[in-house]
């Protein structure tokens, strides 16, 4: 099936340092979403983008929706212990009737306080 | 807590077994979508309904089945289970098709 090309698989950061992950699709989405997934959790929603170009924040976490629609990426700013877990990007294609999500195969973030 | 919620939290079973898993959605969402984590796969959808309605289908396999009650709490039925079939199920759901979803907590299982 369809999936997202999302790098890198896994990041060893010091904390306060920022991080940066992207994903790229060759398919065109209408929306953009950046989750999070702790050990023995479901996905949390971190931040959702509905237009191209759009920039969106939510506290330390950046993220933007590509221009050609195929691409987002998602920036953490001064890293902490708890921003620990997997990045997860998904897009979205609406359409009749039908909403599911593609997902990356996600980014790992450890943090070394 | 996102308000989703499933039933059970582990499982664990034989194979050629059958077994239900649950999902009741957030109040009001009337879409529910189920997808499945392995290690080698990763997130990949399954099966999504709305209002008591199939409206899309992803990579599920013949001996997987699914329904949305009146109530709208949704049952993943899987059956002649094999051991590749452990892995955790996430229920999901939104207002509309088009809205965010917003996932449980998970079911995992595990086919001995």
Redesign the interface.
Known sequence: GQQLNQSPQSMFIQEGEDVSMNCTSSSIFNTWLWYKQEPGEGPVLLIALYKAGELTSNGRLTAQFGITRKDSFLNISASIPSDVGIYFCAGQLVGGSQGNLIFGKGTKLSVKP | D?G?TQTPKHLITATGQRVTLRCSPRSGDL?V?W?QQSLDQ????LI?Y?NGEE??K??ILERFSAQQFPDLHSELNLSSLELGDSALY?C?S?V???????????TRLTVL
């Open positions: 996102s989703v879409s979508y997808y990763g997130l990949q959808f999504q709305y409206r899309a992803g990579n996430f999901a939104s509309v098709w088009e809205d965010t979803q917003y996932f449980g907590p998970g």
